[in-house]
C-alpha cells in the first residue's frame, strides 16, 4: 500500500504544477478578458488538457455537435467530483457559463479567477438570493447570448458501477422556460474507471460523455417545471444505465 501511494502522489504532483501554470495563464489573461466569460472557456482548454493528459485519462463524447449546434441553451451535467473541472471545461462551448455554489469563491486563487471570468456563484442556503441569482442568469441567456452549465443534483454525487443520480433541483429548469432556452442534457459516465482515490490508483481509460437530445422550452410555463424536471432527470438516469452497461 505504500508504495501504491507513493506512485499515486508521484502522478499528482505533475497535476498539480500544471495546475499552478493554468492559474498564471489565467491571471495573464485576464489582463485582457477581465470579466469576459470567454476566460473561462480558454482556461478551462489548458486546465482540461492537464487532468486528461497527465492522468492517462481519454474521452469519447457522443453526439458532439448538440453542444455547439444551439447558441444559447441550459446544459446539465451530473456532479461527481472536483474532477469535473479537469474533464468538462475540455468541451463546453465558448459563450458558457457555470453555475457553482457560493463556498466555491473561497476556495483560494480558483475562486478569485471564477469571479474574473465572469461566473456565476448561487447561495443556496438564501432561497430569495438563489432565485435573484438564477433571474441574472435568465437575463445573460435572453440579452448576452451565454449558455449556462448547472449541476441540478446540487451536490457530488460520486458514481460506482451501480448508483443513479440524484433528484433534480428546480431553479435551472425555471430559468430554461423562462428564457426559453432549451435543456441539453450531459451525461458523464462514473470516474471509478479511470480513478479510484479510496485505493489511491490512476487507473487511465476513457470517460464516456453522451449529449443528449434538446429538450425545447418554447411555449412552456412554470406550470411545467416539476414534469420538466422530472423527465430530464428520467431520461439522463437511463442514458447513465447504457453507459455503464444496465441498460
Known amino acids: 500500500m505504500l508504495l501504491k501511494k507513493l506512485v499515486f502522489f508521484a502522478r499528482v504532483i505533475p497535476l498539480l504544477i500544471w495546475f499552478q501554470i493554468s492559474v498564471f495563464y489565467g491571471f495573464v489573461l485576464a489582463l485582457y478578458r477581465f470579466r469576459d466569460p470567454s476566460l473561462g472557456f480558454y482556461l478551462g482548454r489548458v486546465v482540461g ?83 435573484g441569482t438564477m433571474d441574472g442568469a435568465t437575463k445573460r441567456i435572453k440579452h448576452d447570448g451565454h449558455s449556462i452549465w448547472v449541476f441540478p443534483e446540487g451536490t457530488r454525487n460520486w458514481l460506482s458501477d451501480d448508483s443513479e443520480l440524484l433528484p433534480f433541483k428546480k431553479g435551472c429548469f425555471h430559468t430554461a422556460v423562462q428564457s426559453e432556452a432549451p435543456i441539453v442534457p450531459v451525461v458523464v459516465s462514473p470516474y471509478n474507471n479511470v480513478i479510484d482515490l479510496d485505493n489511491y490508483e490512476f487507473k487511465g481509460g476513457v470517460i464516456d460523455v453522451q449529449v443528449l437530445k434538446p429538450i425545447h422550452t418554447k411555449g412552456l410555463s412554470k406550470d411545467d417545471v416539476d414534469e420538466l424536471t422530472k423527465t430530464t432527470n428520467e431520461a439522463m438516469i437511463e442514458a447513465m444505465r447504457k453507459l455503464q452497461g444496465r441498460a
Do not use: M
Not at 455547439?68 to 451535467?77: A, H, K, T
Not at 457555470?98 to 432561497?127: E, H, M, T
Open 49 to 131: 488538457y492537464g487532468g486528461i493528459v497527465l492522468a492517462g485519462v481519454k474521452y469519447n463524447i457522443r453526439n458532439a455537435e448538440r453542444l455547439y449546434e444551439i447558441p444559447n441553451g441550459v446544459y446539465i451535467g451530473n456532479h461527481q467530483s472536483a474532477y469535473d473541472l479537469a474533464i468538462i471545461p475540455y468541451f463546453v462551448a465558448k459563450k458558457t457559463v457555470c453555475v457553482a455554489k457560493k463556498s466555491f469563491f473561497y476556495i483560494p486563487i480558483f475562486g478569485i479567477l471564477w469571479w474574473i471570468s465572469n461566473q456565476i456563484f448561487i447561495d443556496r442556503r438564501r432561497r430569495d438570493k438563489a432565485i
